[in-house]
C-alpha cells in the first residue's frame, strides 16, 4: 500500500521525531508512504491571514503536484498543514472560478479529488484494525489526550470527530492499553504561533492545559500537532515558571505512543528529541 | 345575449378626481352585453345599493359589473345587494377602479381609458359567470383535542363550557404536562401546580369533556366537520373501574429504581405509578419496559396486593374510531437534554442540569421538597451558574430560533435560588435578555436589583469538573471581552426548547405542515395563528413554537374559539371558490384521464379517486378525479396543472380568466 | 402599439397577480397615493398557482408587449405551495418559451408581498421602462394571426 505523504516544514525542523515516528510505524503496518516529490509551504500561520490568494494557492500547488504524481489518498501529519490543505480544497471545491484563477497562478490544472488524511484519520483507516495483533508492550499509562484547535475544525470542512469534545485520539489510546483522563482542555489554544511573538501567554495558555492534565494524574501529555506539541514540551521552562512548580509530564505524539505499543525502539521514533525526557514511560 | 349592467362609482371625489366616471359609464354602456350603464357618487350607500337592485329588477339584469374600490373592500356588500334583488350574488364583480387606477395615477386620458378598459375586461368575465351556490357541508358536534397539557387542559375546557362535546387524548398516564412540572411561574411567582390542578380536575369531571389517558392518535381521516379519528388506548393494565387509586401497588412495586419522568430523571419512581401526586387520573398505570413481570415473566406482587383485583396483565392495546368536527392539536414541546451539549460536559457531570430539572429541585413537590440540593452529593451549592441560550440562536447547533421562554425563567431561576440560599451567589450568562412581555422587564430588574442576581453578558466556552467544581469559563463582552471563569457549584443550562418527539410522524397523519424545526405551522403567522392550512384542524401551546403559559393559554383559548364556531353552526356554508373536474356524455364521461398529477400537487388532499361504473354491470369503466369540495380552498394550481385541461376552477374558469385577459387588449 | 403626443412608445402590460399578497399590495400602493405608470392592467388569481401560462400567450397574440407575474414570496404563499408550483412551471415554460423564439425578457416575475406597495409601484414603473426600452411586440402577434388566418396545414 503506498500513499503520498506531506510533511510539511516543521515535519523536517522542530517535529523531526513526528516525523520519524509517522515513517517507523507506517511499514510495520504494511505502507510506504512516499514524499510528494517538490511539495512547497502550505502557507500555514501567515498567508490565511494575509492573502487568501497566495493561501489557496500554496495548498492548491502541493495537491495538484499530487495529484499528478498519482496519488488518490495523502497523508498530513500536521496539523495545520492538513487544516490547509483541506481548507484550500474546500474552497476551491465551492467556487470554479476561484478554481479557475488560481490553477492560472500555479499553472496546473488539477481535479482536487484527493482525500487528505490526517494522522489520526489515517490511522483509524489504515492502522486501527491490525493494531491489537500487532501489540508487543501495552501502554498502561494514564494519559491526556489534548487534539488543541486544528485537528477538529472547521467542523464543517473536516468533518471529522465531535467538534467541542473530540475522542478520536482517546478511542486510540484506549486500545493500545492506556487510561485516558476525562479533562476540560481537549480542544482549549496552546498559544500557537504566538511562541515567538508572546511566549508570556503561550507560558499562560499551555500552562492552563499542562497543570491540569498533571493535576489529574496524567503521565504523559498525547498530541497530534507539532505547534501544539512544541508549545507544550519546548516551553515548559515558561510554562513552569508560570504556574510556580516544575512538571515533568512528557508530550509525546499519538504515533510515539502507537510505535512504542508496537515495540518499536524509542530511538527510532524520536523520543529521545523531547526537552521534557520521556523515561518514565 | 347577456344583460349586465355596469355600476360606476365616483367614491365622493376619490375615483371621479381623476377618472372621468361619466364617460367611463357611458362607453360601458356601449359594450357587448351591457344593458345599462350608469355612474353615482357613492354606490355602497344605502341609495346606491337600490339603484343597482332597481336596475337589476327593471332591466332583468344577469350580471352586475361594478367600478369602484377593491374588492377586497366592498365586494361582500355588492354581493348581498344583488342576492337580495334575486341575482346570485356570483354574478357580481367589481371592476377596481380606485386602488389600481384613481389613486396610483394622475388625471388623464390615460387613466380614464385604463378605466375602461378594466371595466371591459370585467365585463367580459362577468358574462361567463355561472350561478354558484354556497357550499354546504355537515358538522359532527364534537372536537378532539390531542394533549393534556395547558393548552389541551384550556381548549377542552373553553369548548365543554360552550356547551360542545370534547375527547381530550394524552399519551401519557396523567394530563397536566410540562406546566405540572414547574415550581413558580414567571412574572408573579405563584406555584404552577396550584393554579394547574384545580384546572385539570375540573376536565376529569366536566360532563362535556372525555378523556383519555395513556392514549395516542393513530389515524386521522376525513375533512373539516367530518373527520374520524382511530385512537390508539394504550394497555394500563390496570382496569380503572375497579382500581380506587389507594397507591398500595406503587408501595409494594420491587422496582424502585427507575428514573422518573415527572422529576426529570432526579427522583425516581416504580414500574407500577402515577406520575405525580396530583395525577388526573390518580391511577396508575404499568410501564410495561421496566416491570418485572412484563420483562421477566414473574412478579405479580402489585396484583397480589391490590385489594380491589384492579391489576389485568397482557391485555392488547384497544382501539376507538370517533366522528369529529374540529381538531386541536396542544401537543406541546420538550426541550434538550444536557447531554446535547458537548462543551459543557455531554450530560456526564451530574451537577449540570436543565431549566427543567431545576424547576424539580425548586419544586415543594420535587425531589428535595423545594430545597436547591445538587444532585451528585445533596450539597447546597453555593455558587450557581446559569447558562442561557443554550442552543437556541446558534444556527452551528441547528437551532437559529430564540427558545423565548428561556430569559424569564432563567430570572426566576436565580431569584428562586437567592430566595432559598440566602448567601448564595448566582450569574447568569446571557446574549440578550428579552423581556417583551406584561410585567416581565419589571421581573427581570427585581432579579437584578432586589435579589443580586448577577447578569454576566457573554457566552460559556466551556464547563469542566475539577475537584469537585464545576469550572465554568465564559467571556464577559461588556467589560472589552475579559475571560471569566468561575467555580461553580451547580450549573443549570437554559436548553432550547424543541419540538416533542414524534412532530412530525402526527403532522404527517393530519397533514398539516410543519417547519423545519418540526414545529406545527399556521395559516398565516398573523392573522391565522391557531389555524393550520387544513381546515378544521387548529393549533394552540407550544407545538407551534416554544411559548409561555400565558401565551400558551391565550392561543388555546384562542383556537377553542374557532372550533366551537365550528362547531356551533347547524352546518358548514363556504365559499363555491373551488375546483371542479369536468364531467360529459359517455362514453367519455370526462376529460380527465385519471392521470392524477393534480393529487399530487394540491395541498390539502382535496382530490379523491372517483370510480366512474357501468350502471349494469357495475364494472368499472375509467377512475377519474373529483375534488371533495369541503377540502378544496381553491388555489387553483390543480387548474394549471392539469395536462388534460379536465379540471377547472369556480369564479375564475379558463373562459372567463381569457375572455377578461382578451378584453383588456382588444381596443 | 400606442404612441402618444410626444411620440413615445406607451406599451401594453398585463399584470396576473395572486389574489392574497401582489393584488393586496396594489391595493396598498392605491390606499398610500403611490403613483405608477398607467400602462399596467391587473387580473386578480386566487394563487399564482393558478395561472395558466396559455394564458401569457394569450396576452401576448392579443397586443401585449409585456407581462408581469406576482404572487406571495415563497414560503408566504396563501395555499402553502402554489406560488412553488408556479416557479417550478415557470421555470420549464420559460425554457420552452425561449426556444419557440419568444422573448422571455418581455416577462417580469416577482414577488410582492400584501405589504409591499411601494414595491408594486417600482415593479410597474421599472417594467415599463424596460419594455418601453424594447418597443412594441410585434413578432408574436403576427405569428399568431398568421396562424389563425392561414391555418397550418398538415399533410
Known amino acids: 500500500m503506498k500513499l503520498g505523504f506531506y510533511p510539511g516544514c516543521s515535519l523536517n525542523g522542530t517535529a523531526r521525531e513526528y ?27 501567515a498567508a490565511h491571514a494575509v492573502n487568501r490568494d497566495l ?41 470554479e472560478m476561484l478554481k479557475k484563477s488560481v490553477e492560472k ?5 488539477f481535479n482536487n479529488d484527493i482525500k487528505i488524511l490526517n494522522v489520526v484519520q489515517f490511522i483509524d483507516k489504515y492502522i486501527k484494525d491490525k493494531i491489537l495483533e500487532k501489540i508487543s508492550h501495552k501502554f498502561e499509562h494514564q494519559v491526556a489526550c489534548y487534539y488543541g484547535c486544528l485537528l477538529v475544525r472547521p467542523n464543517k470542512i473536516i468533518d471529522f470527530d465531535r467538534v467541542e469534545d473530540p475522542t478520536s485520539l482517546d478511542e486510540l489510546m484506549q486500545l493500545i492499553g492506556a487510561t485516558p483522563i476525562d479533562w476540560g482542555f481537549k480542544t482549549e489554544c496552546c498559544g500557537a504561533s504566538l511562541s515567538i511573538a508572546r511566549t508570556d501567554l503561550v507560558a499562560k495558555l499551555s500552562g492552563n492545559i499542562v497543570k491540569d492534565a498533571a493535576d489529574r494524574g496524567a503521565e504523559a501529555i498525547i498530541v497530534a500537532c507539532p505547534m501544539c506539541h512544541s508549545n507544550l514540551d519546548m516551553r515548559r521552562p515558561q510554562i513552569d515558571e508560570y504556574v510556580g512548580e516544575k512538571i515533568s509530564t512528557p508530550v509525546i505524539y499519538i504515533t510515539q505512543a502507537i510505535g512504542l505499543a508496537v515495540g518499536i525502539a524509542p530511538e527510532k521514533l524520536g523520543l529521545q528529541r523531547h526537552f521534557v525526557k520521556v523515561n518514565t514511560l | 345575449m347577456s344583460k349586465i349592467g355596469v355600476f360606476i362609482c365616483h367614491c365622493g371625489e376619490n375615483i371621479s378626481a381623476t377618472v372621468d366616471c361619466e364617460r367611463v359609464a357611458k362607453s360601458a354602456s356601449e359594450m357587448e352585453g351591457v344593458a345599462f350603464a350608469t355612474d353615482y357618487k357613492y354606490m355602497c350607500s344605502d341609495p346606491g345599493q337600490s339603484l343597482i337592485k332597481n336596475a337589476i329588477r327593471e332591466y332583468h339584469l344577469d350580471g352586475v359589473v361594478v367600478g369602484s374600490c377593491s374588492p377586497r373592500m366592498h365586494e361582500p356588500t355588492f354581493r348581498r345587494a344583488c342576492s337580495e334583488a334575486g341575482l346570485n350574488p356570483y354574478l357580481c364583480e367589481i371592476a377596481n377602479l380606485r386602488e389600481h387606477v384613481s389613486w396610483v395615477h394622475e388625471k388623464s386620458e390615460a387613466t380614464t381609458l385604463k378605466a375602461i378598459d378594466i371595466v371591459k375586461g370585467v365585463v367580459e368575465k362577468v358574462r361567463r359567470n355561472k350561478p354558484l351556490n354556497a357550499i354546504e357541508v355537515p358538522i359532527t358536534k364534537k372536537a378532539l383535542v390531542i394533549g393534556g397539557g395547558i393548552a389541551g387542559i384550556q381548549a377542552s375546557l373553553d369548548i365543554a363550557n360552550c356547551g360542545q362535546k370534547v375527547i381530550l387524548i394524552e399519551k401519557g398516564p396523567s394530563i397536566g404536562g410540562h406546566m405540572s412540572q414547574l415550581s413558580e411561574t414567571f412574572p408573579t411567582l405563584d406555584c404552577s401546580q396550584c393554579i394547574l390542578t384545580p384546572r385539570m380536575v375540573e376536565v376529569a369531571q366536566h360532563p362535556n369533556i372525555t378523556l383519555y389517558t395513556y392514549a395516542e392518535l393513530e389515524k386521522l381521516d376525513g375533512f373539516i366537520g367530518n373527520f374520524k379519528a382511530t385512537i390508539r388506548l394504550k394497555a394500563k393494565s390496570v382496569d380503572y373501574n375497579k382500581c380506587t387509586g389507594c397507591g398500595l401497588c406503587t408501595t409494594k412495586c420491587p422496582q424502585k429504581k427507575i428514573p422518573s419522568e415527572f422529576n426529570e430523571g432526579l427522583g425516581t419512581r416504580t414500574a407500577i405509578f402515577t406520575p405525580f401526586p396530583q395525577a388526573v387520573p390518580n391511577k396508575p398505570a404499568i410501564d410495561k419496559e421496566h416491570c418485572n413481570y412484563y420483562q421477566k415473566g414473574k412478579c405479580k406482587v402489585c396484583q397480589k396486593f391490590c385489594p380491589t383485583g384492579a391489576i389485568e396483565y397482557d391485555k392488547p392495546d384497544e382501539f376507538i374510531t370517533e366522528d369529529i368536527g374540529a381538531v386541536i392539536v396542544t401537543t406541546g414541546f420538550n426541550v434538550l437534554k444536557t447531554d446535547f451539549f458537548p462543551e459543557y460536559g455531554y450530560g456526564k457531570y451530574k451537577d449540570v442540569i436543565t431549566g427543567l430539572q431545576f424547576e424539580r429541585l425548586a419544586s415543594a413537590s420535587g425531589p428535595t421538597l423545594g430545597e436547591i440540593r445538587r444532585p451528585s452529593d445533596g450539597q447546597i451549592p453555593k455558587k450557581i451558574v446559569f447558562i442561557s441560550c443554550c442552543g437556541s440562536r446558534d444556527p452551528a447547533k441547528g437551532i437559529p430560533y430564540c427558545s423565548k421562554i428561556c430569559c424569564m425563567y432563567t430570572a426566576k431561576h436565580a431569584m428562586l435560588y437567592q430566595h432559598k440560599v440566602h448567601d448564595g451567589e448566582s450569574t447568569i450568562f446571557y446574549m440578550d435578555v428579552r423581556a417583551g412581555g406584561k410585567n416581565y422587564e419589571e421581573f427581570v430588574r427585581r432579579a437584578v436589583e432586589e435579589d443580586h442576581v448577577n447578569y454576566v453578558r457573554g457566552r460559556v466556552a466551556r464547563v469542566y469538573e475539577k475537584n469537585g467544581k464545576l469550572i465554568v469559563k465564559g467571556v464577559d463582552t461588556l467589560l472589552g471581552a475579559k475571560p471569566v471563569e468561575i467555580e461553580a457549584d451547580m450549573v443549570v443550562l437554559a436548553t432550547a426548547g424543541v419540538a416533542n418527539k414524534g412532530a412530525e410522524e402526527l403532522a404527517q397523519k393530519m397533514h398539516i405542515s410543519y417547519d423545519p424545526y418540526h414545529f406545527f405551522a399556521e395559516a398565516h403567522p398573523k392573522l391565522k395563528p391557531v389555524e393550520t392550512n387544513t381546515a378544521g384542524i387548529f393549533l394552540a401551546g407550544a407545538c407551534q413554537a416554544p411559548k409561555d403559559i400565558p401565551e400558551t393559554v391565550a392561543s388555546a383559548s384562542g383556537a377553542a374559539v374557532k372550533a366551537v364556531s365550528l362547531l356551533s353552526q347547524p352546518t358548514l356554508v363556504r365559499e363555491p371558490i ?12 370526462s376529460t380527465c384521464v385519471g392521470c392524477f398529477m393534480c393529487e399530487t400537487i394540491c395541498p390539502y388532499n382535496a382530490i379523491e379517486h372517483e370510480e366512474i361504473k357501468d350502471r349494469r354491470t357495475g364494472k368499472v369503466i375509467k377512475t377519474v378525479a373529483k375534488i371533495n369540495p ?31 385577459v382578451t378584453a383588456l387588449l382588444n381596443k | 402599439m400606442e404612441e402618444n403626443n410626444n411620440n413615445i412608445f406607451e406599451p401594453r402590460i398585463i399584470a396576473f397577480v395572486c389574489n392574497w399578497c401582489t393584488y393586496a399590495g396594489a391595493d396598498l400602493t392605491g390606499t398610500s397615493r403611490i403613483k405608477y405608470a398607467t400602462n399596467v392592467e391587473i387580473v386578480r388569481f386566487p394563487c399564482t398557482g393558478r395561472i395558466d401560462f396559455m394564458l401569457l400567450l394569450k396576452a401576448f397574440a392579443g397586443g401585449a408587449d409585456g407581462i408581469i407575474i406576482s404572487g406571495c414570496h415563497p414560503n408566504d404563499c396563501h395555499y402553502t405551495s402554489g406560488n412553488f408550483h408556479a416557479r417550478r412551471r415557470w421555470m420549464v415554460f420559460r425554457d420552452m418559451l425561449d426556444f419557440m423564439g419568444i422573448d422571455i425578457e418581455r416577462i417580469r416575475w416577482s414577488w410582492v408581498s400584501a405589504a409591499e406597495g411601494a414595491k408594486w409601484a417600482d415593479v410597474v414603473n421599472d417594467t415599463v421602462g424596460k419594455i418601453r426600452e424594447m418597443g412594441p411586440y410585434t413578432e408574436y402577434k403576427k405569428a399568431a394571426k398568421f396562424l389563425e388566418e392561414e391555418k397550418i396545414i398538415h399533410e
Open chain 1, 19 to 45: 516525523n520519524e515516528s509517522v515513517k517507523a510505524l507506517a511499514p510495520v503496518f504494511g505502507i510506504e508512504l512516499i514524499d510528494i516529490d517538490d511539495w512547497n509551504c502550505c502557507g500555514a500561520s
Open chain 1, 55 to 95: 493561501s489557496l494557492a500554496l495548498p492548491a500547488r502541493t495537491l495538484a503536484l499530487a495529484e499528478k504524481q498519482g496519488f488518490d489518498e495523502i497523508v498530513v501529519p500536521c496539523a495545520a498543514c492538513f487544516n490547509r490543505l483541506a481548507v484550500a480544497q474546500y474552497e476551491l471545491n465551492k467556487d
Open chain 1, 105 to 109: 497562478s500555479i499553472d496546473m490544472t
Open chain 2, 578 to 589: 373551488v375546483a371542479v373536474v369536468n364531467r360529459c356524455a359517455p362514453p367519455m364521461f
Open chain 2, 630 to 660: 369541503g377540502l378544496c380552498q381553491g388555489c387553483g394550481t390543480c387548474v394549471s396543472f392539469c395536462r388534460s385541461k379536465s379540471i377547472d376552477i369556480q369564479g375564475y374558469t379558463n373562459e372567463e380568466m381569457f375572455a377578461e
